[in-house]
């Protein structure tokens, strides 16, 4: 009897100790799902601090997050004039977001410069918490911010910014691609808003949590085209508001005197049009600008330079949003609709040379669309090689063969004859287009380069109005290449340029999109690298440092681990230039 009931006790303890074991693993699951989709969102001190923004007198002046003076300006070299200065349309390029974003119209939550992976810090929110099944967010806003014009920032702003990227008839697509598994938003409190998705996506924290949000008073409108037609004259609760915008020379920012938070020290910034390099340079040894970003060249030589180097600081540094070049091949076209014709086009580009020409060795090649650093890029995979003889072979393999001996390959009639658009001004990439010319001539291929004011190369970039497009992508640590690559984007606007359309990397976006384990989803993405390292929609060329020259007047310059902040540096009074 005293056996049986030891055997009992005995199992039964077993039993007890598997379902302590279950609810224990239970409880880690759930506690890895919260993880996944609640990065530690830490007060940090400066510009991001929330304790700091929040309890900021509207009357303070500046911040005593960073030492030195207030006072002077900072006047930067931009390489191409923005199309509009309104944030969620698909006009917006980095250009819109240098200006605006964080300077004019805050988000919700942004990134911490000085960590190396995706972790964001409060701006306009207070705190976000997760639902145990991650299918629902609630943010709550701080409570004393406002916009530039003294009305509080509330939950109805934000619901109205995300109902905005939502419209139908607003020119939105590249935008709303990243809150499709969004059910809907909520308005629980004045102060507190409530989204509920349809589907786990792995990006929801960085897609809800960066979103920009704009004053409903300002932006409300009846018809859509209203809201697209906004092209100037920005609103928002950021450190500067809009002065004004010389159309063709320079965009002019002040500082928010009205501020919520502490404010920048330096009290305009001056974003003046100059798009080519030479003349920027010149503009800089001048004393007209203070920053730039220059070529490799460039980058190479001037710090070498005694009086440069006593002038101006050089920044060298990795950065994830700097992105990398690409030729764009438009499948909607005759020519590229064979992915043996991409696969030549790649064959017959140099990207070797490319890289220790254009970027002095400093670059590198690469074979997808991932930040090179990132664990999404598979390593593994090899660049196609720089070959002549194989591109021949593979044009001949899909049809377009010098059918009537005039040197030019032809097929159904049609003459392999088409233009290579990119931005003109831009002496890197008046040397691409050329090196193609010249390698394509090679095989039987008539390439004509097509240098295109920057807002008409972008104007035509939306409507596919291009054969083949040299341009580049910004990057982040870890991307959604949803946007760029997924058929759903080829029409209204959307990102994928060249039309390309494969179902298995339709297939291979959409599961890593709701997979939230990482090793599995960055399984998913080395599949997608490899099914676009096959298929060549792109020619992935190359990626590189990004660099500045910015004026030695500005202190407390810190390049971080993901870019530099502006919003740090101050001018000592006795440098000063502006009043």
Known sequence: MNNRSGLFTFLLFLLLLA???????????????????????????????????????????????????????????????????????????????????????????????????????????????????????????????????????????????????????????????????????VKIDDKTVKFIFNELYWKSLESVGVLEVLPKHIYQFKDPNEFNKRISNPVGSGPYVFEKWDVGQQIVLKRNENYWGPKPKIEKVIYKFISNGVAALQALRSHDIDIFEPGSEQVTDLPKDPQFAKEFNTIIFWEPAFGYWYFGWNEAKPFFKDKKVRQAMTCLTDRKAIVEQLTKGKGTIITGPFYIHGKQNDPNIQPWPYDLQKAAQLLDEAGWIDHDGDGIRDKDGV?????????????????????????????????????????????????????????????????????????????????????????????????????????????????????????????????????????????????????????????????????
């Open 19 to 185: 379902m302590i074991a279950m609810q224990i693993l239970s409880m880690i699951q759930s506690d890895r799902l919260y993880e996944r989709l609640n990065f530690l969102l830490e007060n940090i001190s400066g510009r991001q601090s929330a304790p700091n923004r929040t309890e900021a007198n509207p009357t303070a002046q500046t911040s005593d997050t960073h030492p030195g003076d207030e006072g002077d300006w900072l006047i930067w070299a931009m390489a191409g004039e923005v199309r509009t200065l309104n944030l969620l349309t698909v006009d917006a390029t980095m250009e819109t977001l240098s200006v605006c974003f964080n300077n004019i119209i805050e988000p919700l939550f942004y990134y911490d410069l000085d960590f190396d992976g995706v972790k964001l810090k409060p701006v306009l929110a207070e705190s976000l918490t997760v639902s145990d099944d991650g299918l629902e967010m609630v943010v709550k806003l701080k409570k004393n911010i406002w916009f530039s014009d003294g009305k509080p920032v509330t939950a109805d702003d934000v619901i109205f910014t995300y109902e905005t990227i939502m419209n139908p008839g607003v020119d939105a697509s590249t935008q709303r691609n990243y809150y499709q598994n969004i059910k809907k938003v």
């Open 415 to 579: 003459p392999f004859r088409f233009k290579q658009s990119y931005p003109a001004g831009g002496t890197s990439a008046e040397q691409m287009a050329r090196w193609l010319k010249d390698n394509a001539a090679k095989v039987g291929i008539e390439v004509i380069p097509n240098p295109t004011e920057w807002s008409i190369f972008i104007g035509n970039l939306h409507e596919r109005n291009f054969d083949a497009v040299e341009s580049m992508w910004a990057g982040v640590i870890e991307e959604d290449p949803y946007q760029i690559f997924h058929s759903s984007q080829i029409g209204e606007h959307g990102s994928n340029y060249v039309s390309f359309n494969n179902p298995a990397a339709d297939k291979l976006m959409e599961q890593a999109r709701r997979e939230l384990n990482e090793g599995k989803r960055y399984a998913l993405y080395h599949q997608l690298h490899k099914l676009l390292q096959d298929e060549q929609p792109y020619t992935f060329l190359m990626t590189r440092p990004r660099y500045y020259f910015i004026d030695k007047r500005f202190e407390n310059v810190i390049a971080h681990k993901l870019g530099i902040d502006p919003f740090e540096w101050y001018v000592p009074k006795d440098k000063q230039r502006y009043k």
